[in-house]
C-alpha cells in the first residue's frame, strides 16, 4: 500500500483565497483524521470521521474552516478565506479501527501571505 | 498543567549511547502513542501501546499504566535517529489524541 497520500504537499497563497487540501487514506482503514501542527500549538486535532461520517470537529478553528469525506478513499481540508494565522503543516492520518496503528500522511504545508 | 508533559525536551547524544525519552500523562488513557517526526518530514508512528512494553530493532518502549508513565528507549544510538519524539495519549473517547510538546534528540556523530 502507499501509505496515506496528501496533496499539495506545499502550498502558498494570498490571503483571502480559498485553499483545498487533500488526503487518500490507506485503503481498509475507517478511521480519518486531520490534524493542523504549529511551533506555538504543536499537533491538533481539527476533525475525524468514522466510516466517512464527521464524527467531531470542535477543533475546527472557525466557520472558515470545513471537510468532506465523500468516499472511503478521499478527504478534503477547505479554508475560505484563508488568512495568514492558517499557515502551518495540515496532517491527514488514517487508522484501522480504534485500536490499530495510526498512518500519517507527510503533510501539507501551507503559507498564507 | 499539559495532560502530557514529556521531558526532556531536548537531548544531545554522542552515537552509540542509550537514550531514554520519558512521557508522563494525567488522564486515564486507553493507549500511548510514540511518534517521530524528521526534519520537515511527515510523522511515523513508531509504537501503540496500551501495557507492558514492545520492541522493534533498536527501539523499546515501555508503559507503566498504574504509575501513568511511558519510555522510550534508543540503543546504540545514531545519527539518523535524530529527530523529534512525540508521545500521544488516547484517551478512548471521541477518539481524540492528547499530544506532547516533543523531544527534539540530536546524535552527534
Known amino acids: 500500500d502507499a501509505g496515506v497520500i496528501q496533496s499539495p504537499r506545499h502550498e502558498v497563497t494570498e490571503m483571502g483565497q480559498e485553499v483545498t487540501l487533500r488526503c487518500k487514506p490507506i485503503?481498509?482503514?475507517?478511521?480519518l483524521f486531520w490534524y493542523r501542527q504549529t511551533m506555538m500549538r504543536g499537533l491538533e486535532l481539527l476533525i475525524y470521521?468514522?466510516?466517512?461520517?464527521?464524527?467531531?470537529d470542535s477543533g475546527m478553528p472557525e466557520d472558515r474552516f470545513s471537510a468532506k469525506m465523500p468516499n472511503a478513499s478521499f478527504s478534503t481540508l477547505k479554508i475560505q478565506p484563508s488568512e495568514p494565522r492558517d499557515s502551518a503543516v495540515y496532517f491527514c492520518a488514517s487508522q484501522r479501527g480504534n485500536t490499530g496503528e495510526l498512518f500519517f500522511g507527510e503533510g501539507s504545508r501551507l503559507t498564507v501571505l | 498543567k499539559n495532560e502530557v508533559e514529556q521531558s526532556p525536551q531536548n537531548l544531545t547524544a554522542q552515537e552509540g549511547e542509550f537514550i531514554t525519552i520519558n512521557c508522563s500523562y494525567s488522564?486515564?488513557?486507553?493507549?500511548l502513542h510514540w511518534l517521530q517526526q524528521h526534519p520537515g518530514g511527515g510523522i511515523v508512528s513508531l509504537f501503540m501501546?496500551?501495557?507492558g512494553k514492545k520492541k522493534h530493532g533498536r527501539l523499546i518502549a515501555t508503559i507503566n499504566i498504574q504509575e501513568k508513565h511511558s519510555s522510550l528507549h534508543i540503543t546504540a544510538s545514531h545519527p539518523r535517529d535524530s529527530a523529534v519524539y512525540i508521545c500521544a495519549v488516547d484517551s478512548g473517547s471521541a477518539r481524540q489524541l492528547t499530544f506532547g510538546s516533543g523531544t527534539q534528540l540530536t546524535v552527534l556523530p
Open positions: 470521521f468514522n466510516n466517512n461520517v464527521p464524527i467531531d
Open positions: 501501546l496500551s501495557s
Open positions: 485503503s481498509g482503514h475507517d478511521y
Open positions: 488522564v486515564g488513557i486507553s493507549a
